[in-house]
């Protein structure tokens, strides 16, 4: 399980290492120090071996992560205890939350917010 956020990929990073893992990435649609769309050819790339794969875009958001802290978080402890635990996504208090993370973790490869 691999929850990658806004990280730092290049072109030729391999993904043969995600083959039968779960890899979500959250990336901020305006970051100027890690390329969102560099991030999202990687996950696009890793969905022919991985288990499934998941690319959240966040509109507005830069790479601090600074702008929604609270869907950063959110987004990704949703994922890891919906992946790791099956704690189900509901009742979290955060409905958009709770139906992304839920997208997510059925494998939807893009999601943008």
């Known amino acids: 399980l691999i929850a990658a956020l806004a990280p730092?990929?290049?072109?030729?990073?391999?993904?043969d290492t995600l083959t039968g893992r779960r890899l979500l990435v959250i990336h901020g649609e305006a970051d100027r120090i890690t390329d969102p769309r560099v991030s999202r050819r990687y996950a696009e790339q890793a969905a022919a071996v991985a288990e499934s794969?998941?690319?959240?875009?966040?509109?507005?958001?830069?790479?601090?992560?600074?702008?929604k802290p609270q869907l950063w978080h959110d987004l990704v402890t949703g994922y890891v205890l919906g992946a790791?635990?099956?704690?189900?996504?509901?009742?979290?208090?955060?409905?958009?939350?709770?139906?992304?993370?839920?997208?997510?973790?059925?494998?939807q490869q893009r999601i943008v917010v």
């Open 8 to 15: 730092w990929l290049t072109p030729s990073d391999p993904v």
């Open 53 to 67: 794969v998941s690319w959240v875009g966040i509109r507005g958001e830069k790479h601090a992560m600074m702008r």
């Open 84 to 107: 790791l635990l099956g704690v189900p996504t509901v009742g979290t208090g955060r409905k958009v939350s709770a139906n992304l993370v839920e997208k997510a973790l059925a494998g």
